[in-house]
């Protein structure tokens, strides 16, 4: 098995893969798949999602996943982990 293009791979009874390019990416992804899970069910018990577009998701991609939102996040995880020093 692979991820291709994919940054997650879920696999069932043992939770997930992650891969990206680098650490900060991957505990972006990681962190963000479990937020958006959780919204992702309350979403499906209040009625039908509409879900992103092919084209939306690959508008905001670069917008989450750039380098701009990849190390704005990092600096938020990081501090709340409390490894200013590291």
């Known amino acids: 098995h692979r991820l291709c293009d994919a940054r997650v791979a879920l696999m069932r009874g043992h939770g997930c893969v992650v891969g990206c ?8 992804v990681a962190i963000y798949l479990e937020v958006n ?5 309350d ?3 209040l009625g039908d999602p509409v879900y ?9 991609d670069d917008r989450f996943f750039g380098e701009l939102g990849i190390s704005r996040s990092w600096e938020y995880w990081h501090l709340r982990a409390g490894c200013e020093g590291l």
């Open 37 to 41: 899970a959780g919204i992702q069910m």
């Open 43 to 45: 979403a499906i018990r």
């Open 21 to 28: 390019g680098n650490v900060k990416e991957a505990v972006m």
């Open 52 to 60: 992103l577009s092919p084209g939306e998701i690959a508008a905001g």
